[in-house]
């Protein structure tokens, strides 16, 4: 019987961690192919949302696709209102933002966000219902 050799095996079970997670994770309203948005539990009650355009997806679109889902996100929890924060810094600070940060990876639009979803208004908080109503046909192409 042959042994796999250690870094063999490290790599093969570092893959299938990988792939496994993204099959999990990966949701998107038009297909893999077409981009995709990715969710991330932590650290604490922070979640990390972001979303990778297809090609030719403007970074606007990008920024405002993971708003939206994070608006459906603190809706999925139970919640009405959300915290933005643009990176962990932010977060740990409490510097709230209205928008999400955007760029280009590999040539396609990339945004990400860690969010925080809260049941009572209070300042600086976005309202799910409000995000939603405004983004909807910008992001999904149909009201509700």
């Known amino acids: 019987m ?3 050799k250690p870094f063999s095996l490290a790599l093969l079970l570092t893959l299938a961690a990988c792939s496994d997670y993204r099959e999990r994770t990966w949701l998107t309203y038009q297909g893999r192919d077409a981009g995709g948005y ?7 009650k922070l979640i990390k949302v972001s979303y990778t355009g297809p090609l030719g997806v403007h970074v606007y679109m990008a920024a405002n696709s993971v708003l939206y889902r994070s608006a459906e996100i603190t ?12 990176d962990l810094p932010s977060a740990l600070k409490d510097r709230r933002s209205e928008k999400a940060i955007f760029s280009t990876v590999g ?5 990400y966000a ?5 049941q009572d208004n209070a300042p600086g908080l976005l309202s799910a219902a409000e995000v ?3 983004l909807e046909i910008k ?3 149909k009201p509700r």
């Open 2 to 4: 042959k042994l796999i």
């Open 38 to 44: 990715e969710e991330e539990a932590g650290p604490g």
């Open 75 to 86: 809706q999925r929890e139970g919640k009405a209102y959300f915290a933005l924060y643009n």
């Open 107 to 111: 040539g396609r639009a990339f945004s």
């Open 114 to 118: 860690y969010i925080v979803p809260f």
């Open 132 to 134: 939603i109503a405004r």
């Open 139 to 141: 992001v999904k192409g």
